[in-house]
């Protein structure tokens, strides 16, 4: 029987793999898995990229610096892009001020890292 693992309570007690691209394309990997929650399935694989990269950016700052802020921030802003672009009004505020048609919907998506 495995021996019970220690809780991690401070981020620098994190162990993370010395290379950096092993931990992004873990990362990148269980975004599209078959357990794979609501908000990673609106992201395209340009958006799972840069969220990755992003988490792991944050991940070894929070290591080195010994706080959680900047995982949260990461977390916290890519969730809350993901809650704005599926309100009913986003594509028309996203074009306020001009014809809502001068940027497509599959544009919109390219650009925000969701298709």
């Known amino acids: 029987m495995d021996s019970p693992k220690a809780a991690i309570r401070e981020p620098r007690d994190l162990k993370l793999p ?40 944050a991940l070894v700052k929070a290591r080195h610096e010994n706080d959680l802020r900047q995982v949260q921030e990461v977390i ?3 969730y809350r892009t993901a809650l704005f672009v599926r309100e ?23 650009l925000l890292g969701l298709a």
Do not use: N, T, Y
């Open 18 to 57: 010395a290379e950096e691209e092993v931990l992004l394309a873990a990362i990148q990997q269980s975004l599209h898995g078959p357990h794979v929650s609501e908000f990673a399935q609106m992201l395209a694989d340009k958006g799972a990229r840069e969220f990755a990269g992003e988490l792991v950016a």
């Open 76 to 78: 916290e802003g890519w």
């Open 88 to 110: 009913p009004g986003f594509l028309k505020s996203l074009c306020e001020g001009g014809d809502e048609e001068s940027i497509g919907h599959d544009e919109r998506r390219r």
